[in-house]
């Protein structure tokens, strides 16, 4: 799966937090992207703007179990988040640029430490915070080590089946994936009667001795094969 760096485009870099009363910034967009942390599901807003960073979490009275905030910086280095006007209990993880957790923390807000603001700094350098309602980690056995990755995981794999001898190969491998990954499902589609004798070795035999390939590939490809055995 592609990393969290590979689908999110950042810009400046500041100071963590969740939030500055005297500089509250702007509100991160409210739009949920999914995210996964090893292969537990969740829900977080963005914050990858230092308005947005600046004002993190602040003035937000509840989330859903599942639902947090992703902090984006534009490089490695130690990250301070810290709670001044934030109202629920937090757990923070912080990530370096492969999305792999350094380390987790869990933050009370100033209503349940007497006033005081509780902050932290980041033993090793980060690229990604994300902060998740207390006890988010613990109740899923996440710690470091796991990782951060954008986007919906994929839930099936689709195989082409032309022969017999295809089914039995994709079988085995369809029978692995489901040791290795019980969720995912493989789906096998048989090819039409009409296209089962062609293959890529066919193709290729055909197209590197002049001939014309276009009955058995897509005409562009039959163009590039021309244009590749050509020179």
């Known amino acids: 799966m592609p990393r969290v760096r590979t689908l999110l485009t950042v810009l400046a870099l500041v100071l963590g937090a969740c939030a500055d009363a005297r500089t509250p910034g702007t509100p991160a967009p409210d739009t949920l992207h ?28 509840a989330l859903a179990p599942d639902e947090g905030m992703l902090f984006v910086y534009p490089v490695a280095d130690q990250r301070s988040i810290w709670m001044e006007n934030c ?18 923390t869990t933050l009370a807000p100033p209503t349940q430490t007497g006033g005081d603001v509780a902050q932290v700094l980041s033993e090793d ?11 988010f980690f613990a109740r899923h056995g996440i710690g470091p ?14 195989r082409g089946v032309r022969s017999g001898t295809d089914y039995d190969y994709e079988a085995q491998m369809a029978a692995t994936n489901q040791v290795l990954l019980p969720r995912i499902e ?14 890529s070795t ?3 035999q055909v197209a590197s001795m002049g001939g014309d390939a276009s009955a058995l590939v897509p005409g562009p ?10 020179s």
């Open 202 to 204: 066919l193709v290729r």
């Open 186 to 199: 493989t789906l096998l589609l048989a090819t039409s009667p009409a296209l089962a004798h062609i293959t």
């Open 145 to 158: 080590g796991h990782t951060l990755r954008m986007g919906q995981a994929a839930g099936a794999i689709v």
């Open 125 to 135: 350098a980060a690229v990604y915070v994300l902060e998740m309602p207390a006890g």
């Open 221 to 230: 490809v039959a163009a590039a094969l021309r244009e590749r055995f050509s």
């Open 87 to 104: 109202r629920i209990a937090l757990d923070v993880a912080f990530a370096d640029a492969d999305g792999r957790i350094l380390e987790i």
């Open 34 to 61: 999914a995210i996964h942390i090893g292969t537990v599901p969740a829900r977080v807003r963005i914050a990858s703007t230092p308005d947005e960073r600046r004002r993190g979490l602040m003035h937000v009275d």
